[in-house]
């Protein structure tokens, strides 16, 4: 909020384009930041606490806003105009629009009052597009059991008979995988 105080001190003293466009920017600029900063994982357990404020859709709304706001007004400040295209095509990738980040790349190229710079920025951002537009393939992490079993699983069979019987299961069955070897020789524990 303090940031967004600031810039707007620079919109209320300043009639200076050059100074009104970059303020367009850094308010674009900043609302996409934390647009784009990761969710805290405890937002998932305690949303009303750790989920962000205003949601990522509306800090693109507001980046948008403030871009769009630049290229309606400032189109005499090239660097500053430039900029805002770059931050909404951005946006437009975050947001799957494809087509329209394709265009406003295309128009940076085209632009004659873009640096050489912003061209080679939006060339590369364009061939990019293609790789980005294809779903990601994740494969779910393969996670070892915590606990290698060491005996077969246990039978649903009679709970008594014969067959339940401690003399019927075989001692290698029950004793742990890295105990001792059996001794014959009699035990001294009181019984």
């Known amino acids: 909020d303090r940031g967004h105080a600031e810039i707007e001190k620079v919109r209320e003293i300043s009639s200076d384009a050059r100074l009104l466009a970059q303020a367009d920017v850094v308010m674009g600029d900043l609302a996409y930041t934390f647009a784009m900063l990761p969710v805290s994982p405890a937002a998932t357990t305690r949303p009303a606490e750790f989920s962000p404020r205003p949601s990522r859709d509306e800090l693109f709304n507001q980046a948008t806003s403030a871009y769009q706001d630049l290229l309606d007004k400032y189109k005499d400040q090239p660097v500053s105009f430039t900029t805002a295209q770059l931050g909404m095509a951005a946006i437009a990738e975050n947001r799957g629009e494809w087509d329209k980040a394709a265009a406003l790349y295309q128009a940076i190229r085209n632009d004659a009052n873009a640096s050489t710079l912003f061209k080679q920025i939006a060339e590369r951002q364009a061939s990019a597009l293609e790789n980005l537009r294809q779903p990601a393939m994740v494969k779910a992490a393969e996670v070892p059991p915590l606990?290698?079993?060491?005996?077969?699983?246990?039978?649903?069979?009679?709970?008594?008979?014969?067959?339940?019987?401690p003399s019927a299961i075989e001692p290698s069955a029950t004793k742990p995988a890295n105990a001792p070897p059996p001794t014959s020789a009699p035990s001294t524990q009181a019984k």
């Open 147 to 165: 606990l290698t079993p060491t005996t077969a699983p246990a039978t649903t069979g009679p709970t008594s008979g014969p067959s339940a019987s």
